[in-house]
């Protein structure tokens, strides 16, 4: 299989490129089961990519001759901790370390500038004295499929950012997703406030690790994430900001 797609600009995790669960989403949704999708540079924004087959049977993302993502199947297990309520994770985004002082202030994710209806707005804090964090998420309509469902790249999209925030435990450091496995399990609806929450994972040198996961109202866990963020040189930061 072979098709050109475009990340648009609304989609951005830096000013000047695509969010990285969004852009891991685009190949992920053409996996079937989970998926583990990696990104090489960052994924250009209202470009056309084409995306290939490669000679093992995963999937390749590409702007000319430059690889930007990479992704296939993966064996997939997390261990999910029970989500938390929809009143405490209202209560813990009162704790989320970046109304203030955001390093990408307009990303699609977590971006406290982007206007309700725009940006997904999910700003994590910490539920209680544990690991944990969580927040509230109401899909916008523009967001969701004919079916009412939420888009699978937009799905990936809340799988992302709030894995950050867990993986670095309160020191808010400069970083880029690197790598992002996850799995849809079932429908994610749109017509209701879900529950978003992640905890961290470990860390190795510049690799920080955290997993993310998406419950209804109910509590039920829709879809999951590990994700892998690699922290930024000052030189490095920058230039993503810039």
């Given amino acids: 299989m072979s098709c050109t797609v475009t990340i648009p600009g609304r989609f951005n995790g830096p000013p000047n490129s695509g969010n990285g669960g969004f852009s891991c ?8 089961g989970p998926a583990r999708v990696r990104l ?4 250009p924004l209202d470009a056309p990519l084409q995306i290939a087959r490669d000679e093992h049977g ?6 000319g001759d430059t690889l930007v993502g990479s992704g296939g199947p993966v064996d997939y297990a997390l261990d999910i901790p029970p989500a938390p309520s929809l009143a405490e994770a209202e209560a813990a985004m009162a704790g989320f370390p970046c109304y203030d002082d955001h390093m990408f202030p307009t990303c699609f994710v977590c971006g406290p500038a982007r206007a309700a209806g725009d940006g997904l707005r999910l700003f994590p804090g910490p539920v209680g004295d544990g ?9 916008a309509a523009d967001l969701l499929d004919d079916s009412g469902a939420v888009r699978a790249e937009v799905v990936w999209s809340a799988l992302d950012c709030p894995g950050y925030f867990a993986a670095m435990q309160g020191v808010v450091r400069p970083a880029v997703l690197g790598q992002l496995e996850g799995e849809v399990l079932h429908r994610v609806p749109g017509d209701q406030a879900l529950v ?13 690790y955290g997993a ?4 209804g109202a109910d509590r039920q866990v829709l879809a999951s994430s590990r994700s892998t963020w690699i922290e930024l040189r000052a030189a490095q930061a920058g230039e993503r900001a810039g």
């Fill in 212 to 215: 993310t996961a998406i419950a």
């Fill in 131 to 139: 690991p944990l964090m969580a927040c509230v998420w109401r899909p």
């Fill in 58 to 63: 995963g999937l390749e993302m590409r702007q």
């Fill in 40 to 43: 090489h540079v960052p994924p």
């Fill in 25 to 32: 989403g685009v190949l992920a949704r053409l996996v079937q």
């Fill in 196 to 208: 978003v929450y992640s905890w961290p994972l470990g860390a190795d040198g510049r690799k920080f």
